[in-house]
Nanobody, 118 residues
Framework: QVQLVESGGGLVQAGDSLRLSCAAS????????MGWFRQAPGKEREFVAR????????YYTDSVKGRFTISRNNAKNTVYLQMNSLKPEDTAVYYC???????????WGQGTQVTVSS
């Protein structure tokens, strides 16, 4: 099993920055790719960004391109989401997730709240 723990959320103003962290533990050698997702009140969970555990290859949803950066530190088993120029519409619970090479996102963290005020 893999355990994921997010941190770094909070309440900020529009235009501010936050960095989310996702620490992985357990059978991390099973992980092929890590992703960040978010869920706003009354909306479905949506994909934000992903990165392969070993090779990088970051990918973003259009609404965050140029503002968010996903990165990973393999030595620390941690994935980050640097969020700049935050907007009120970025308000959501942010989740990190991991998947194996052959499956979907099977491992999920508990989520961290990000609130952006206008």
């Amino acid at each position: 099993q893999v355990q994921l723990v997010e941190s770094g959320g909070g309440l900020v103003q529009a235009g501010d920055s936050l960095r989310l962290s996702c620490a992985a533990s357990g059978r991390t050698f099973n992980i092929f790719e890590m992703g960040w997702f978010r869920q706003a009140p009354g909306k479905e969970r949506e994909f934000v960004a992903r990165i392969t555990w070993s090779g990088g290859m970051p990918y973003y949803t259009d609404s965050v391109k140029g503002r968010f950066t996903i990165s990973r530190n393999n030595a620390k088993n941690t994935v980050y989401l640097q969020m700049n120029s935050l907007k009120p519409e970025d308000t959501a619970v942010y989740y990190c997730a991991g998947r194996t090479a052959s499956g979907g996102y099977a491992y999920w963290g508990q989520g961290t709240q990000v609130t952006v005020s206008s």
